[in-house]
């Protein structure tokens, strides 16, 4: 029985020196937190704690001189977060790059893809790369 892999695929990172990075987690974030209302369900369904989805939205909105994400204090749901439009056009522009990399160098992943071996299973590559990290 054969196991299907899922397909190659770049990763898109932009580095901020000297420490700040922006990636795939934090955008996923936001727009988890555009979709929730709220940093701690957004968290939740990227299974991490509100203290760490809470950092990651203050670096985000420290990194760029207009924030990401606001705060919602009190009223009869008791608070919650919004996107900024700040927010939803780093989303937008994100996602773009992510496609302009993939279609520039799709014929390079196709032909990675055309060499890739098939002696390993898919869950075995992701749990050697893992361990080699």
Excluded: C, H
């Excluded at 994100?94 to 993939?102: G, L, Q, S, V």
């Amino acid at each position: 029985m054969s196991e299907s892999r899922p397909d190659l695929r770049p990763v898109l990172r932009i580095d901020f020196p000297p420490a700040d990075r922006l990636g795939r987690g934090k955008i996923l974030l936001l727009e988890l937190i555009r979709e929730t209302g709220s940093i701690s369900a957004a968290g939740r369904a990227m299974d991490m704690s509100y203290r760490r989805a809470w950092l990651l939205v203050d670096a985000l909105n420290r990194m760029f001189s207009e924030p990401s994400v606001e705060s919602q204090r009190g009223g009869k749901q008791g608070g919650g977060a919004l996107v900024t439009p700040f927010g939803e056009e780093l989303i937008r522009r994100y996602r773009e790059m992510e496609e302009k990399a993939r279609f520039a160098i799709g014929e390079d992943l196709a032909w990675l893809e055309s060499v890739r071996s098939s002696d390993t299973p898919a869950s075995d590559t992701a749990e050697a790369v893992s361990q080699k990290a």
